[in-house]
């Protein structure tokens, strides 16, 4: 039966916000210069208070809290304006890891699929126009499941679409809080740092000997 191996997005497919500080890289670094945000009163008032707790588990569309929020913060241009700019500057892929991912899927034997804590829209800009839909079968996204990692409602929606497994999904996350649930619940969860977290896993290692 083939495996289920699994990626989150921020700190390991892509390089952006991670609780590991030495690797963060912050999108809003210029959006005060280039939007006039400021990005301390954004993370205060909208991150904080809308995004984490209505948008990322789909209660509230990503949109729609902007153009509620964006007046507050002294911007009165369309919200549509943030969100691109968002989207379009936290899109920095990690090419190593995608370049170790496309070697897994050529080695067969296993089915690809990403597991992140996202809304709607940002999860369908990876998937559609960053090409994660070429590597991986399916997006595991909190809005989607209406669940957040590192809760076990995340975890049981995920196995449910997975289906019954021969041995633990194999998931590499960026949290350590995450990794412990993922363990919890029977998966096999790794902390991701680089890439080599995922090239000199054991059974990543005996996979690609087989097929190269």
Not at 25 to 48: C, M, N, P, Q, V
Not at 56 to 72: D, F, H, M, Q, V
Not at 202 to 207: C, D, K, M, R, S
Request: overall charge negative.
């Amino acid at each position: 039966m083939l495996r289920s191996v699994l990626f989150d997005v921020d700190g390991v497919l892509i390089h952006g916000y991670t609780e590991q500080l030495h690797r963060r890289r912050r999108w809003d670094k210029h959006l005060l210069a280039d939007l006039g945000i400021d990005s301390t009163a954004f993370t205060e008032l909208f991150i904080k208070q809308v995004f984490e707790k209505e948008v990322l588990t789909g209660r509230k569309a990503l949109i729609s809290a902007l153009e509620e929020t964006l007046p507050r913060l002294g911007f009165h241009g369309s919200p549509f304006v943030v969100a691109s700019y968002w989207l379009n500057r936290d899109s920095n892929i990690n090419m190593q890891l995608l370049e170790l991912v496309r070697r897994i899927r050529r080695a067969g034997l296993v089915r690809l699929y990403v597991a992140t804590n996202q809304e709607h829209m940002r999860a369908f800009h990876l998937w559609n126009r960053h090409g994660f839909e070429n590597l991986f079968d399916d997006m595991f996204h909190a809005a989607r499941f209406g669940e957040l990692k590192p809760g076990r409602g995340f975890f049981a929606r995920a196995s449910d679409l997975l289906g019954p497994q021969s041995e633990p999904p194999l998931f590499f996350d960026d949290s350590e809080a995450v990794v412990e649930a993922a363990n919890a619940f029977g998966w096999e969860g790794v902390l991701y740092q680089d890439v080599s977290d995922c090239a000199r896993h054991p059974w990543i290692v005996e996979l690609l000997s087989q097929s190269e």
